[in-house]
């Protein structure tokens, strides 16, 4: 029987934190059980990483660290637990496929693997790709390995059954600091794998419906405008009869004005533009605010249109030029009927006023690539 060596092992730890240290924390969360069951190497969902002696005896170091990167990406990318929600139950299947969707990255990366290996180009499929979409090119096979449940989720007689080990809140907890220290890494330099880089943007920017939050941000700033209340004489204030002879003047909660100002320069797609422009126009019919109180101005450099309209589908949508977005805020706060709110379609290449305007502006960032505006402006991802 062999025993683990130990020192070896761990020196291929090393070396896959030295070679990728975004990786190190993960897999230091990791902990040893030779086993004499188990292939090669595999996980648990409580990030146990079980070891065979003799397949550490055979294995040169540097193929060993790309291994333990292997294994801990089964665990950082939560596979058990994506594993749970498909509707087959074929294991094997599902582990091949893990493996297409892991190595595809580590070998364009340059790290090691033992010759094994699993990679899309086995089933004939592009690299860059998740596992649930290489599963159904997977066919059924042999069972040749097994990264054990804390990839495909189902146990195996060489896991342990207790419950010890890393918590999913520890798990969720160490998949976020990954996910920070990848990008961190990528803006040091310069270079993440793709693979990861879309695993870390996921992670860190969990998708929200953006119709709920362009909904919620511009129902805030109607309810804010509308809270500036003023006088009027057409009603008579409730406390005239505390006075009579005088006549005292009402409190009314006026609806507010909004200005569109769309992008139309040559980078904006006009599907995206008309569905944004539509929430947008939905939601304010939703609160009262339609008709003559919704100017919409079509803007690249310059102002083309300017128009109160009905439905979206009434809008033109001019332009094709250079971006400027200021002259169109700056067109909306120059008109007679001065807006409260301000709701500006872009993806925000675009230069924005220096100074902040006297009522409440929104940003809804339309397209993949995206520009921050100033932190003065409430920003909606439309995706």
Known sequence: MVELDRTKLLAARYKAATQRPYLAAAMYALSIVPSVQVPTMGVDKYWRCYVSPAFVARTPVDQLAGVWMHEVAHLLRDHHGRAAKLP?????????????????????????????????????????????????????????????????????????????????????????????????????????????????????????DWRVVLAGAVREAVAWASGAMDYTYRRPSRRAAAMPGVVLPGLRRPLPRVAIVIDTSGS????????????????????????????????????????????????????????????????????????QVIIVLTDGYTPWPEEIPSCRVIAGLVGQEQREPPAWIEAVHIR
Request: proline letters at 6%; hydrophobic letters at 40%.
């Open 88 to 208: 087959i139950n074929d294991h094997h299947r599902i582990n091949l496929a893990q493996d297409c969707e892991i190595n595809d990255d580590l070998i364009a990366d340059g790290i090691a693997l033992p010759e094994f290996r699993v990679v899309p180009s086995d089933f004939d499929q592009p690299n860059g790709k998740l596992f649930e979409q290489y599963l159904p090119h997977v066919p059924r096979t042999p069972m040749s390995h097994d990264c054990g449940s804390g990839a495909h989720g189902h146990a195996v007689p060489w896991e342990t059954q207790d419950g010890n080990g890393v918590s999913p809140v520890e798990a969720e907890a160490i998949r976020r600091q990954t996910a920070e220290a990848m990008r961190a890494h990528a803006r040091a330099q310069g270079k993440l794998p793709a693979g990861w880089k879309l695993w870390a943007d996921q992670l860190l920017e969990p998708v929200v």
């Open 268 to 339: 904006m797609g006009e599907a995206e533009l008309n569905t944004a422009l539509s929430e947008v126009t939905g939601v304010l019919r939703e609160v009262g605010i339609r008709g003559n109180r919704v100017t919409v101005l079509a803007c690249d450099a310059d102002v083309h249109t300017v128009a109160r309209v009905t439905k979206a589908a009434d809008i033109e949508l001019a332009g094709g030029g250079g971006t400027d977005m200021r002259v169109g805020i700056q067109a909306a706060l120059s008109a007679p009927d001065r807006p």
